[in-house]
Each structure stands twice: as C-alpha cells, then as structure tokens.
C-alpha cells in the first residue's frame, strides 16, 4: 500500500479511499506504540463484530491514521 501523508502526520485527502486489510493497518498503524497496540486491539475486535453482523467496509478516521506516535483515545 502506498500511502502518502501530509506534513502534519494526516492521509493525504484522494478521490479513491485507502482499501487496507486489518493486517495492513496493524502493520501500518497498530505497532509503533502501547497505546496504538491497544488501539488496534479493540479495532480488530469491533471489526470482527461488525463483520458478524453482515457489514462488509467500515470507514476510520481521526488520529489512528497519522503518523502521531500517541493517538487521542476518547471514550
């Protein structure tokens, strides 16, 4: 996957979303940190529910998909 981010550590902004598996985004974005291991541990357990219940794309967004080493965890 060939993803290119801004200077600010966001995706930069295409017509065609990033189609990623979960390996993918752990990979790219699950590992560099406790606190993204954590992240990417409830994501993949959400994403298994959601699959469960027939949705087949989810859409993420917000500070998980930078280059920031802490994302933002609200609750």
Not at 18 to 37: C, P, V
């Amino acid at each position: 996957m060939d993803l290119k981010f801004r200077s600010d550590g966001f995706l930069v902004h295409r017509s065609e979303p990033y189609e990623m598996t979960l390996l993918e985004i752990r990979e790219t974005f699950g590992h560099q940190s406790h606190n993204r291991r954590n992240i990417c541990d409830f994501l993949e357990r959400g994403v298994e529910n959601l699959f469960d219940a027939g949705v087949e794309r989810i859409i993420l967004g917000g500070s998980f998909i930078t280059t920031k080493k802490s994302p933002e965890v609200t609750r």
